[in-house]
T-cell receptor
Framework: GQQVMQIPQYQHVQEGEDFTTYCNSS?????IQWYKQRPGGHPVFLIQ?????EVKKQKRLTFQFGEAKKNSSLHITATQTTDVGTYFC??????????FGAGTQVVVTP | DAGVIQSPRHEVTEMGQEVTLRCKPI?????LFWYRQTMMRGLELLIY????????DSGMPEDRFSAKMPNASFSTLKIQPSEPRDSAVYFC?????????????FGEGSRLTVL
């Protein structure tokens, strides 16, 4: 079945630095979603990408959907302590059910 | 507007006891999902409902797990009997759109510890 893989699993970032987390699917996706979960919190929707090659920005966050619609990335510029948390990508499997990746846990050092 | 409401937020119980988790979805959302989150397995979809009808329960781990949605504003996830390996955070989520196509709104979760 469809699997969504995320790398890295863990990212330690100095405040002010940039970083990127990647999401790869074994199958073509109709769309991909990104969520953020703060420590002790619940997943919160960030964005959905639908079109091949789509790029969307939210302030310091840039989301990209690959041309083949099998991969996606989240790039954060000038990381702040408020960016701490785990970032999940999620895509629908062949039955339409949203499958989550394992997440990238981000730790920010002031 | 209130978001998805789950109760209890924390539950500690002993092995063999029955556990009931509750969820109130966002009004107007036709889809309700139950997820389980553990360090080992991440976020797993257990079951989802559309218009109060269970559509896919293939993620329910065992017969010890059952879920109901008696009306559009209430759902339960029951574990009977509970086992230590059921310890996890259980999230309920709702959505106005069909599964896999739109944003999921998650509740704050119910953290279950089975001793």
């Amino acid at each position: 079945g469809q699997q969504v893989m995320q790398i890295p699993q863990y990212q330690h970032v100095q405040e002010g630095e940039d970083f990127t987390t990647y999401c790869n699917s074994s199958t073509t996706l109709s769309n991909i979603q990104w969520y953020k979960q703060r420590p002790g919190g619940h997943p919160v929707f960030l964005i959905q990408l639908v079109k091949s090659g789509e790029v969307k920005k939210q302030k310091r966050l840039t989301f990209q959907f690959g041309e083949a619609k099998k991969n996606s990335s989240l790039h954060i510029t000038a990381t702040q302590t408020t960016d701490v948390g785990t970032y999940f990508c999620a895509g629908p499997d062949s039955w339409g059910k949203l499958q989550f990746g394992a997440g990238t846990q981000v730790v920010v050092t002031p | 507007d209130a978001g998805v409401i789950q109760s209890p937020r924390h539950e500690v119980t002993e092995m063999g006891q029955e556990v009931t988790l509750r969820c109130k979805p966002i009004s107007g959302h036709d889809y309700l999902f139950w997820y389980r989150q553990t360090m080992m397995r991440g976020l797993e979809l257990l079951i989802y409902f559309n218009n109060n009808v269970p559509i896919d329960d293939s993620g329910m781990p065992e017969d010890r797990f059952s879920a109901k949605m008696p009306n559009a504003s209430f759902s339960t996830l029951k574990i009977q009997p509970s086992e230590p390996r059921d310890s996890a955070v259980y999230f309920c989520a709702s959505s106005p759109t069909t599964t896999g196509t739109g944003e999921l709104f998650f509740g704050e979760g119910s953290r279950l510890t089975v001793l």
